[in-house]
C-alpha cells in the first residue's frame, strides 16, 4: 500500500516562495502521471497541477505562471515549486496520482500566506 507524505509547508509572506516535496513509498510511481492538489477548510481539494509523464502540464489558472512540479526519478520524489505566494494559495497541500487520485491520501502539508 502507498504511504505518501508530504513536506515543505510552512509561513511565508506574499511574494515569497516555498518548495513542497512528497514521498509516495512503496510505488512505482514513475508510471503514474503525478499531481498536486490542496484544500482549505470547508471547500473541496481541488486540483492545482498535474504532470502527465512525457506529456504536458496541467494547472489551475490562477497558479499559472507561479507554479511548477517537477519529479526526482531517482530519489522518487516529486516536488512543488510555488512562487510569488498570494493570501488565496493558503491551504493545505496534498500529492498524488492523477488526476484522478488513485492513493489514500497523506496528511498534506500547511502552506500559510500572510504579512
Known amino acids: 500500500q502507498v504511504q505518501v507524505v508530504e513536506s515543505g509547508g510552512g509561513l511565508v509572506q506574499p511574494g515569497e516562495s516555498l518548495r513542497l516535496s512528497c514521498s509516495p513509498s512503496?510505488?512505482?510511481?514513475?508510471?503514474?502521471?503525478m499531481a498536486w492538489y490542496r484544500q482549505t477548510p470547508g471547500k473541496q481539494r481541488e486540483l492545482v497541477i498535474s504532470?502527465?509523464?512525457?506529456?504536458?502540464?496541467n494547472f489551475l489558472d490562477s497558479v499559472k505562471g507561479r507554479f511548477t512540479i517537477s519529479r526526482d526519478f531517482v530519489k522518487n520524489l516529486v516536488y512543488l515549486q510555488m512562487n510569488n505566494l498570494q493570501p488565496e494559495d493558503t491551504a493545505v497541500y496534498y500529492c498524488?496520482?492523477?488526476?484522478?487520485?488513485?492513493?489514500?491520501w497523506g496528511q498534506g502539508t500547511q502552506a500559510t500566506v500572510s504579512s
Open positions: 504532470s502527465q509523464y512525457g506529456g504536458p502540464t
Open positions: 498524488n496520482t492523477g488526476p484522478p487520485a488513485r492513493w489514500d
Open positions: 512503496g510505488s512505482t510511481f514513475h508510471i503514474y502521471d
